[in-house]
């Protein structure tokens, strides 16, 4: 496509749900990475992938969080057992060269 | 894991320059600066790149003295659209390790 795409823009969630997002990267991008942000704070470094497997997941929060991207391309952050404090808006990134990402429109979660 | 200070806002008026300056004392020699432009409900992007000196392109120019801890964005003539929140990230070749702070919100008035 002609641009990272995030699928769905909103999710609302119950509290204790889980929840997959989707990110579509931009064709032929190897790296993928995933970032959370919540209003009025900077994107926060969740993940990161090179090609299917996750080079530096160091930001995941904790073992409720979780991202594959088995086929080197489409990629899935699955939050488990979902907490009022997953609220946020959660942005894909994808690049072919270091520091030019291209993001997309995010995901909007709210966990009810 | 380089950090940045940036101010936390700043005002404009439409046509005039702008020149947000971010401090990075602790870059390394394999970081490079990048900056981003996030509007409201949509994901940062990509503005411009620079590793030293100056670079420039059709929407902003990097300036990065010699001993590279501080770099300034110089953005033309604003207009209002031009109202966003800008992050200075610096970083080595592997873009994870960037780190994006709390950015500077712009605001160009009429």
């Known amino acids: 496509g002609a641009g990272v795409s995030q699928t769905p823009s909103n999710k609302v969630t119950e509290k204790g749900k889980y929840v997959e997002l989707r990110c579509d990267p931009i064709s032929g991008h190897t790296a993928l990475y995933w970032y959370r942000q919540s209003l009025g704070q900077g994107p926060e470094f969740l993940i990161y992938?090179?090609?299917?497997?996750?080079?530096?997941d160091s930001g995941l929060p904790n073992d409720r969080f979780f991202a594959v991207r088995p086929e080197g391309s489409v990629s899935t952050l699955k939050i488990q057992r979902t907490e009022r404090g997953d609220s946020a808006v959660y942005l894909c990134?994808?690049?072919?060269?270091?520091?030019?990402?291209?993001f997309g429109q995010g995901t909007r979660l709210t966990v009810v | 894991l380089a950090k940045t200070t940036q101010p936390i806002s700043m005002d404009s008026y439409e046509g005039q320059e702008v020149n947000i300056t971010c401090s990075h004392n602790n870059i390394a020699t394999n970081d490079y600066i990048t900056w981003y432009q996030q509007f409201p409900s949509q994901g940062p992007r990509f503005i411009i790149q620079g590793y030293k000196t100056k670079v420039t392109n059709e929407v902003a120019s990097l300036f990065i003295p010699a001993d590279r801890k501080s770099s300034t964005l110089s953005l033309p003539r604003v207009s209002l659209s031009d109202t966003a929140v800008y992050y200075c990230?610096?970083?080595?070749?592997?873009?994870?390790?960037?780190?994006f702070g709390s950015g500077t919100k712009l605001n160009v008035k009429p």
């Open positions: 992938f090179q090609g299917t497997g996750a080079a530096d």
């Open positions: 990230l610096v970083g080595d070749n592997d873009f994870n390790k960037f780190y």
């Open positions: 990134a994808s690049s072919l060269r270091q520091g030019t990402a291209f």
